[in-house]
């Protein structure tokens, strides 16, 4: 996991890069703070190393070139055009009923703003301390937009390992409508052949594995299934269409799109 990273900020933004420096200090990330006459796309070419830049719109990862951040205000066009009927991940997590909802693979949070947008109380969980306090300063943003303001209230971030976490309220007996795993890295398909990749990984994907890289870190999120299912009433898996079952085990029900699927699970024990 990154335990250092450089921070790059204008003079105009200072303070602020210097309070995103004393949150990720405090969550074990050792931050070199650079303050830099301009930040624009050639000063970014110049610095390829992953790192965080700070500008009006907030914190953002960068390298290679590019800039990314979860930027949960960008997906309000795509949250308006949405409805229970219209979405597939609205029927497989049952937010018609307005569900007490985990996600346990945060990632960038999209899925989990649509799924509270559409009446789901979602938990997010994020173990990665900077993945995290990009996610804690996309909500905080969101928070001050009119449209997304009261989807806000209906999300809590965690910052925790999702199995301690899941653990922690297996032990406390807690149970919760749902569980929503979406691994990032998916395992081979039922062929052992290799899932192939789009030919041009969207730019939030590329800087988002450079920072989660898939070798020695990552897992396939096998084990939060079988913990999840001690809690939850139901769980749903985000796969891609062909990938193998997690943790090689059979769904109780599927939903199918043209690229991914999601696999459920109703845990026989909690049903009974």
Not at 138 to 156: C, E, N, T
Request: hydrophobic share 40%; glycine share 4%; net charge negative.
């Amino acid at each position: 996991m990154v335990s250092e990273i450089r921070l790059f900020a204008e003079d105009t933004y200072l303070e602020k890069a210097q309070s995103y420096q004393a949150v990720l200090s405090s969550r074990g990330v050792d931050v070199k703070l650079d303050v830099i006459d301009k930040l624009n796309a050639r000063f970014l070419r110049l610095n390829p190393d992953l790192g965080l830049c700070v500008d009006q719109d907030g914190l953002w990862l960068s390298a290679n070139g590019m800039k990314m951040q979860p930027d949960w205000k960008a997906e309000t066009a795509r949250l308006k055009r949405a409805s229970l009927k219209s979405e597939m991940i609205a029927r497989a997590c049952n937010l018609a009923e307005k569900p007490k909802l985990i996600d346990a693979t945060a990632g960038l949070g999209h899925d989990s703003l649509l799924m509270a947008h559409l009446g789901g109380h979602v938990t997010l969980i994020e173990r990665h301390p900077i993945l995290f306090t990009l996610l804690e300063d996309s909500k905080q943003q969101a928070a001050s937009d009119p449209f997304l303001a009261k989807v806000m209230q209906r999300i809590d971030l965690v910052f925790s390992d999702s199995a301690e976490y899941l653990q922690q309220q297996i032990e406390q007996k807690t149970l919760v409508d749902v569980v929503y795993l979406d691994p990032m890295f998916p395992q081979r398909d039922q062929n052992q052949q290799a899932i192939k990749k789009q030919a041009q990984v969207k730019k939030q994907m590329q800087l988002l594995h450079l920072l989660l890289p898939e070798d020695g870190e990552m897992d396939l999120g096998d084990y939060l299934l079988v913990l999840a299912q001690q809690i939850s009433k139901r769980v749903v898996v985000k796969r891609p269409r062909h990938a193998v079952f997690l943790n090689a085990q059979q769904p109780d029900h599927q939903w199918q799109g043209d690229a991914c699927r999601f696999d459920a699970y109703f845990p026989k024990m909690l049903i009974e």
